[in-house]
């Protein structure tokens, strides 16, 4: 089992920034990949942006040249730095842990709020 904390979130000015932590801990060796998903209110959620074991990272659009995501695989926490926050990046923000042995499996952390607004 894997357990994922989310902390960082809150309200912010547009053009402000935030940072988000999820740490993971429990059977972090199984881990293969870590991402951050968002879902605002009457919509579904969506990937942000996810990275693997190996640092590749990939990005939604709507975040490209404003959000990095980052990995401490000792630490066994991934961030995602927020910038230039917008109003619609208004939303809660999930971590998501992949597990793919011995079978692919999904963990999900409880959620953070990101409220942007002046």
């Known amino acids: 089992q894997v357990q994922l904390v989310e902390s960082g979130g809150g309200l912010v000015q547009p053009g402000g920034s935030l940072r988000l932590s999820c740490a993971a801990s429990?059977?972090?060796?199984?881990?293969?990949?870590m991402g951050w998903y968002r879902q605002a209110p009457g919509k579904e959620r969506e990937l942000v942006a996810d990275?693997?074991?190996?640092?590749?990272?990939n990005y939604v659009d709507s975040v490209k040249g404003r959000f990095t995501i980052s990995r401490d695989n000792a630490k066994n926490t991934v961030y995602l730095q927020m910038n230039s926050l917008k109003v619609e990046d208004t939303a809660v923000y999930y971590c998501?842990?992949?597990?793919?042995?011995?079978?692919?499996?999904?963990?999900w952390g409880q959620g953070t709020q990101v409220t942007v607004s002046s």
């Open positions: 990275i693997t074991s190996g640092g590749r990272t």
């Open positions: 429990g059977s972090t060796f199984s881990i293969r990949a």
């Open positions: 998501k842990a992949l597990r793919l042995a011995p079978s692919v499996y999904e963990y």
